[in-house]
């Protein structure tokens, strides 16, 4: 099984589970939830690296260049940041 | 085993962890861990794409990851908390962008009807989000005006834009090889983007930011398709998913529907006369000292205002203060309190407020009548009773946060402007509401002084 099917098969499936992860994140933690959430977007940069990666300096390969560049601020700032706030949740110390 | 098999099963490990890294983000204890793994799990998928044997010059890879990587890095760095939402909204159209691009560089002469449908949906989702998101950044960061920007025949004006990209993505998907069609759907969304945004007002950007991540997300599942890649698709999706949910808890916190959020905004309200009746009681520092001296239960509700005044470390400092003289104390937080979701929730822990103080409005709610003294800080909206008693008031209905239940409430007011929604407040003239008047941070200060 390939093709469009296929694809819209694992669709379904993991905005289902998105839901139901999503919703047992208590409210406390939506600012990194979302900030979290930037850093998986960034997602493209994988298939970015293939447009990116053709050495054939057409123009689908600059616009990958520019989709790799764009993803990896987003990857990296995503999770530092996120990462960052979450070093700041502590539980109080009896 | 051939690197495609484990390309593809790269990707089964990574949106494995992406998964597993989200069902840690339930819980504060293993929301740094879970966060960890989730990286990880973009490293695999990262490591798996690398794999392809397409790829033969890593020049450039390497150029845009260490480029991208970099300015990432220091801008997570360098961001103040009270930032973030501005940070979230550029970050949602940097996402946007990429799989725009992505969506844009797998046009190919021999792509099929169903691969180009995919790559206008691509560039259309990352072009609103692209634009919406830069609007939004700009009303949040207010280098641009907050307010919201309406002019006689913006539907009309719309409702072309939107005729115009399903007009152009027809005839793209018809005639993919004549590039002109495709330019004018990357135009007009882009152009849609800012449209869509620019009538919303700045009160409403929590809704927006979160349901341009939810398009960022979408995007990406979109690319996902263009390319035919399954860790776009289902990275994609978890994201989309989780900004529909975030949109919806604002959207019910504002008792607002969606479509009120994006097409009305809020300052096109009749103002309502509420008449209110009583007087307003203003309490001294010394005074409210000896009250929350003699408190054994103090429940604290604060509000953007309180960041604004950057008051968040001297509340921290009192609230040490009050546990040692043997009370409890508490922090009631409103959904839309910040200006995004749970943004109060990352000020007060990062002025080291432990996160089981830290409560939602459906928990302290329940528990106000046993609290001595409320003090709200540079909250207004969220704890204004007319949302429950005063029908013809814009917000009725809305959730608040019900201070009144408390035994005596202090509120924490530079002066009696009305709030962000420009609505009176009848909590100000309640019997047992005191006004401590001044700057947030100086009051609380002052009790401070008292204290020791």
């Known amino acids: 099984m390939s093709g469009a099917e296929y694809l819209l098969f694992i669709l379904m499936l993991s905005i289902f589970l998105g839901f139901e992860l999503i919703n047992k994140v208590p409210a406390t933690l939506h600012t990194p939830l979302m ?34 560049t764009l993803a990896s601020i987003n990857v990296v700032g995503g999770y530092m940041v996120t990462d960052r706030m979450l070093g700041f949740f502590k539980k109080k110390e009896d | 085993m051939t690197t495609e098999l484990m390309t593809q099963l790269g990707y089964v490990v990574a949106a494995g962890l992406f998964i597993f890294g989200l069902k840690m983000l339930g819980s504060p ?38 480029v991208g990587g970099a300015i990432g890095a220091i801008a ?35 792509s099929g009807t169903f691969t180009l449908v995919t790559i206008v949906l691509s560039i259309l989702i990352g072009g609103v989000t692209l634009t919406g998101s830069l609007v939004a950044y700009g009303k949040l960061s207010e280098t641009i005006g907050s307010g919201a920007i309406t002019f006689s025949g913006q539907q009309i004006v719309n409702s072309l834009v939107v005729l115009g990209i399903f007009g152009g993505a027809v005839m793209f998907c018809m005639n993919p090889t004549d590039p002109n069609w495709l330019y004018m759907v990357i135009g ?28 960022s997300g979408l995007a990406a599942c979109a690319a996902g398709f263009a390319i035919n890649n399954n860790a776009l698709i289902v990275a994609g999706s978890l994201v989309g998913a989780s900004g529909i949910i975030l949109t919806q808890i604002m959207c019910k916190a504002m008792n607002r529907s969606l479509s009120n959020v994006l097409f009305s905004g809020f300052a096109s309200v009749s103002n309502e006369e509420t008449v209110v009746e009583g007087e307003i009681k203003p309490i001294s520092v010394e005074d409210a000292y000896y009250v929350l001296e003699a ?35 508490n922090f009631g937080i409103h959904p839309v309190a910040g200006r995004m979701p749970g943004h109060m929730n990352v000020l007060l822990a990062e002025a080291d407020v432990p996160y089981d103080q830290l409560l939602e409005m459906d928990e302290i709610n329940p528990r106000m009548e046993t609290v001595d003294v409320a003090i709200v800080i540079g909250a207004n909206d969220v704890v204004n009773p007319a949302a429950r008693e005063v029908e013809s008031s814009p917000i009725y209905g809305m959730p608040v946060i019900n201070v009144a239940d408390a035994r005596t409430v202090f509120v924490l007011k530079r002066s009696m402007a009305s709030g962000f929604a420009g609505i009176e407040n009848p909590l100000f003239y309640k019997e047992n509401t005191r006004m401590l008047f001044g700057d947030a941070k100086e009051s609380i200060g002052g009790l401070i002084r008292e204290f020791s």
């Not at chain 1, 959430?37 to 390969?61: D, F």
């Open chain 2, 29 to 66: 204890a293993t929301a740094r861990r879970g966060n960890m793994v989730s990286a990880i799990g973009m490293l695999v998928a990262i490591v798996a794409a690398l794999l392809d044997q397409g790829i033969v010059d890593f020049t450039y890879i390497a150029a845009g990851m260490v």
């Open chain 2, 76 to 110: 997570a760095r360098a961001v103040a908390m009270t930032s973030m939402p501005e940070m979230v909204a550029l970050f949602n159209g940097l996402g946007g962008a990429a799989s725009l691009l992505v969506g844009w560089a797998a046009l190919s002469p021999d």
């Open chain 2, 188 to 215: 007009l969304a882009l152009l849609f983007g800012i449209m869509a945004v620019i009538p919303i007002g700045g009160a409403d950007m929590p809704v927006v930011i979160s349901l341009l991540n939810s398009y």
């Open chain 1, 35 to 68: 900030s979290g959430a930037n850093a998986i977007s960034g997602i493209t940069v994988v298939g970015a690296v293939a447009l990116a990666g053709t050495g054939s300096e057409t123009m689908a390969m600059w616009l990958g260049v520019g989709a790799v």
């Open chain 2, 295 to 329: 408190a054994t239960n103090v429940a604290i509700i604060p509000g953007y205002g309180m960041a604004v005044a950057q008051a968040q470390h001297v509340v921290k400092e009192l609230t040490e203060l009050l546990e040692n003289n043997g009370c409890e104390v």
